[in-house]
């Protein structure tokens, strides 16, 4: 058992991104399927929770998951859900549905 411990320490250390604590996350506000499309018009723009609602709101997706640079994610793909990657300095890299 404290083997297994030692084994997920580093996956849960992990999640907290390279750079620190990532923007706030909305509560979930859409109900239905994400869509891709006009999301690119985001890119370039500064994470924040905001952001994030306008996201929700412009992708009809459930839920939001943000990509700090270098963090592990699972690759499940989720039709209700929107991954929002950012740089360094918080600038949106990507949007996309999954």
């Known amino acids: 058992m404290r083997a297994a411990a030692f084994v997920l320490l580093p996956l849960v250390a992990a999640c907290t991104g390279a750079g620190g604590e990532g923007p706030a996350t909305p509560p979930a506000a859409a109900e239905g399927p994400c869509r891709n499309e006009g999301l690119d018009r985001?890119?370039?723009?500064?994470?924040?929770?905001?952001?994030?609602?306008?996201?929700?709101?412009?992708?009809?997706?459930?839920?939001?998951?943000?990509?700090?640079?270098g963090m592990a994610m699972t690759m499940d793909f989720r039709a209700d859900r929107l991954t929002v990657s950012y740089d360094d300095q918080m600038l949106i890299t990507s949007a996309r549905c999954g």
């Open 42 to 69: 985001f890119t370039g723009q500064k994470a924040s929770a905001g952001i994030g609602a306008q996201l929700l709101q412009a992708s009809g997706a459930r839920t939001l998951r943000w990509g700090a640079p």
